[in-house]
C-alpha cells in the first residue's frame, strides 16, 4: 500500500487526538472577542462528549497500532 498497512488506525489517531485536544483547549480558552449571537464558551455537555469521544478514538488507534 501507498501509506501503509495501518493508516487508518493513524488517522483514527489523529482525528480522535485533534478533537479531544481541541475541545480542551475551546473549554480552558475560549475566544476573547465574539461576534453578536456567538457563545463565551462552548455548552459544557458537549464538550464532555466530544472529549470521550476523541479520548476513547485515541485510545483505539493506539491499540490498533501496538498490536
Known sequence: ???GEDILAWLVLA???ALAVGTVLALVRPPKEHESGDLNR????????MI????????????SLFS
Open 1 to 3: 500500500m501507498f501509506f
Open 42 to 49: 462552548p455548552p459544557m455537555a458537549r464538550s464532555i462528549v
Open 52 to 63: 470521550a469521544l476523541g479520548t476513547i478514538a485515541s485510545i483505539w488507534g493506539l491499540a
Open 15 to 17: 482525528i480522535g487526538g
